[in-house]
């Protein structure tokens, strides 16, 4: 009789659990499927806004908004400002600089090409890369010294050499397709397997041009001069450039329209 009643008062304590998990695990089912309902439209709504923002704001990049930091040299200018004099258009539509270790003396109608800068002092800075060319700490700081220009209403800072050609208009197209407030570091490798495997295959080529949101390229300038002493050990610009902005942890948004091509 004993053993009889234990084993009902048992059994009855396992019913009890069972339907009390049953009902623990519907309860559960229910919330899971309710709360991703609710998950999966506000992802759509965000989404929607999000294709929204970049679209209206996609319609509204032209080449007003885009500043030009070109790099160049006294003794290179010479005979490569012939290559800027074929992309650049002096119409007030058009902003950036040349900068220059310093100014040549007999310069030409400087109606056809942009405006001369003088690079600042780098002497302070160490370049420790055997073979290697101590200009290229100059060339890096041309960033730093394009956003220091401060020009109004700027979108898009866009980095290149003397000898790079650009077609603005295609340019201005490309940017188009991204938000500018974010955080953006566009360009391309070389197309020489070579040099990427010697520099890296998430650089831009600066032969290529490259560019940099705005709203990244104020960052980056405030901390540019502190990265620069980080990297004394590298070979050139561009690859001081790409550590700072790795640094930011920002990596390279490839655009095949950027060409780095590298005589071998």
């Not at 009855?12 to 623990?24: A, D, E, G, H, R």
């Not at 806004?49 to 790099?71: M, P, Q, R, Y």
């Not at 397997?193 to 990244?216: C, T």
Request: aromatic share 12%; charged share 20%.
């Amino acid at each position: 009789m004993q053993l009889f009643q234990k084993h009902t008062k048992a059994q009855s304590l396992i019913n009890f659990i069972l339907v009390t998990s049953s009902f623990c695990g519907f309860y559960v089912l229910v919330s899971v499927l309710i709360l991703g309902t609710s998950n999966s439209k506000l992802l759509v709504h965000l989404q929607h806004s999000s294709s929204h923002d970049v679209f209206t704001k996609k319609t509204n990049t032209t080449l007003d908004h885009v500043v030009f930091g070109i790099a160049s040299s006294k003794s290179s200018w010479t005979k490569r400002k012939e290559y800027v004099k074929l992309w650049w258009k002096n119409n007030n539509a058009m902003k950036g600089c040349v900068f220059l270790d310093s100014l040549p003396q007999n310069e030409d109608d400087p109606s056809s090409l942009p405006p001369l800068c003088v690079s600042e002092d780098t002497s302070r800075f160490r370049y420790t890369c055997k073979g290697g060319l101590r200009s290229a700490i100059r060339v890096a700081r041309v960033v730093a010294e394009t956003v220091a220009l401060n020009h109004s209403d700027v979108k898009w800072y866009v980095f290149g050499d003397d000898d790079t050609v650009f077609f603005p208009e295609n340019l201005v197209k490309t940017l188009s397709k991204y938000d500018h407030e974010l955080w953006y570091y566009i360009g391309a490798h070389s197309e020489i397997y070579e040099q990427n495997r010697l520099f890296g295959f998430g650089m831009a080529f600066g032969g290529a041009g490259f560019a940099i949101s705005s709203s990244l390229a104020k960052v980056l300038a405030k901390v540019f001069d502190s990265c620069l002493e980080r990297y004394p050990h590298l070979y050139g610009s561009d690859g001081r450039v790409y550590s700072c902005l790795a640094e930011l942890g920002v990596g390279l948004t490839h655009e095949p329209g950027f060409h780095q091509v590298t005589n071998s």
